[in-house]
Every structure is written in structure tokens, then in C-alpha cells.
């Protein structure tokens, strides 16, 4: 599942619009529309989404052979 699809999803669970979500980001819902449109954004960018969505963001690669989480 793409980040857009996850982030829609939480949109959808929030009772918020791509307008609303753009507003608390202090962006365009332009520009917003364009990035979940092209899948396309920063780590910083999604821990902003994250927080502006009352959401946990976690990224990390996690080794297959030992789990461990970088």
C-alpha cells in the first residue's frame, strides 16, 4: 500500500478533507493533492501529515536476518 493510500485512509478515519489536512500543514490543498497524487513525499513531510492527523509516524528498515530496526 502506497503512503498516499495510508494517508487517505486516516482521512477518511479523521472526518477530514485533503482542504483541511492542507490548511493544518499550512499548504495548498494544491499542492497537497499533487503530492498524493505522485506518492511523493519527504520523511519530514510525513511526520508533519503524522502529527497534523494525531498519528505516530515510524520509519525504519528492519534487517530480515536479525530484525534489527535502522
Known amino acids: 500500500m502506497s503512503m498516499s ?3 487517505r485512509i486516516i482521512l477518511i478515519k479523521r ?6 489536512l492542507a490548511e493544518k500543514l499550512n499548504t ?3 499542492n497537497l493533492s499533487g503530492k498524493l497524487t505522485r506518492d511523493n513525499f519527504s520523511q519530514k513531510e510525513l511526520a ?3 502529527t497534523a492527523l494525531d ?5 525504519a528498515f528492519v ?8
Not at 472526518?15 to 483541511?20: G, L, P, Q, R, Y
Not at 498519528?55 to 520509519?59: K, L, V, Y
Not at 534487517?63 to 535502522?70: A, R, W
Open 5 to 7: 493510500e495510508k494517508i
Open 15 to 20: 472526518k477530514m478533507t485533503v482542504s483541511a
Open 28 to 30: 495548498s490543498s494544491q
Open 48 to 50: 508533519a501529515i503524522a
Open 55 to 59: 498519528c505516530t509516524f515510524e520509519a
Open 63 to 70: 534487517l530480515n536476518d536479525t530484525g534489527e530496526k535502522i
